[in-house]
């Protein structure tokens, strides 16, 4: 049942526009309900800037099914219009507030969210879709970062990354424990895999090795701080990790894929004793335990619990100190969202900003 607010800023309206997937590369922009607060602990957001994620493509690409028309989109940046009675009460969050939220929910105080397991939350909701003008945010207390300010249109970017792939790539590196002097090799040249070569620059590591075949993912990387760029893989790969390092093999890996190969080839690189931070969402059947048990190399990571770490990476774009916006190559209306799905989809594009 729907409860009554204590402050609105809504539209007039009753409808918006937002991307629903229909089926494998059947994604179109259409009239939905604007949605309303059902919940006193709900915010609604007017989303500035969403974006199209690569684990998106799974659905595109048919390999995830899709058995009915589906909202799309967990990543987004915007203004609150609307708070429901506890979140108007509690006075953190206030109308006309510019807000960053993790790409799920998280309430903030039970007890997985009580030591930054947010992904974890007892409570943990999805969005019903955040490529789109509003977005229902539940458990907004424990979800929403507000800004002190509006943020300048350059800046939104950068802000947007937070959401998902700058807090996930820096969960590989928090995952695979890089420290200052390590040699750190990042398996992916996607947008989360760009986002953990900063992360592991951040972290003092000395040496980031990315493995990309594709110059402008490359070029990219290196301006984040990579020392290093592998064209090879497999075998072959390690081999010339293993040539970087003096035989020893990465100090620490940051896994951006999730695929067979791409997990394998992490561990292959990893010196004896290392860690692999494994961000990539998993489409893997079995790991290869030659390269586990037999040299100590460990594997960390899953699900990045990014709203424990939004407010430190929000800190660090405000300042200036990294850029990791620059990993949207493809910048269009919401209503082009059909266009930045196909160019993603045939790598036309690192990532898709949508400006809503």
Request: aromatic share 4%; hydrophobic share 40%.
């Amino acid at each position: 049942m729907t409860t009554q607010t204590s402050v609105c800023a809504q539209p007039e309206e009753t409808t918006m526009r937002g991307v629903v997937i229909h089926g494998p590369s059947d994604v179109r922009v259409q009239d939905r309900p604007i949605p309303q607060i059902i919940e006193p602990t709900d915010a609604i957001v007017r989303v500035v800037a969403a974006c199209i994620c690569g684990s998106d493509l799974w659905r595109y690409r048919g390999i995830n099914e899709v058995d009915k028309p589906t909202p799309m989109g967990h990543e987004y940046v915007g203004v609150i219009t609307e708070l429901g009675d506890d979140v108007a009460r509690e006075g953190k969050l206030h109308i006309g507030q510019f807000v960053i939220g993790g790409f799920t929910t998280s309430c903030g105080h039970c007890a997985a969210c009580s030591i930054g397991q947010y992904v974890a939350c007892e409570r943990m909701t999805r969005y019903d879709g955040c490529q789109a003008q509003y977005v229902r945010v539940p458990n907004a207390p424990g979800t929403l970062v507000g800004l002190d300010q509006s943020p300048e249109r350059e800046q939104i970017p950068h802000l947007l990354t937070l959401s998902d792939v700058m807090g996930t790539g820096w969960h590989a590196a928090v995952s695979a424990r890089v420290e200052p002097g390590h040699t750190t090799v990042v398996v992916g040249d996607g947008a989360v895999g760009l986002c953990g070569v900063i992360a592991a620059r951040q972290m003092g590591a000395q040496r980031v090795i990315i493995m990309s075949r594709h110059p402008q993912r490359a070029e990219l990387a290196q301006r984040f701080g990579a020392t290093d760029v592998i064209a090879e893989r497999g075998a072959e790969g390690a081999a010339k990790v293993a040539e970087l390092t003096n035989g020893l093999g990465a100090d620490s890996v940051l896994e951006c894929v999730g695929t067979h190969e791409s997990v394998d080839q992490a561990l292959q690189c990893a010196r004896s004793g290392a860690l692999v931070g494994w961000v990539g969402l998993p489409h893997i059947q079995q790991i290869n335990q030659e390269h586990m048990f037999w040299r100590g190399v460990g594997i960390a990571g899953g699900i990045a619990p990014v709203r424990a770490y939004l407010p430190h990476l929000l800190d660090l774009v405000m300042e200036g100190q990294i850029e990791p916006g620059l990993v949207f190559d493809d910048q269009r209306p919401l209503e082009d969202a059909a266009d930045g799905y196909r160019a993603m989809d045939e790598r036309e594009s690192i990532k898709t900003l949508l400006w809503i």
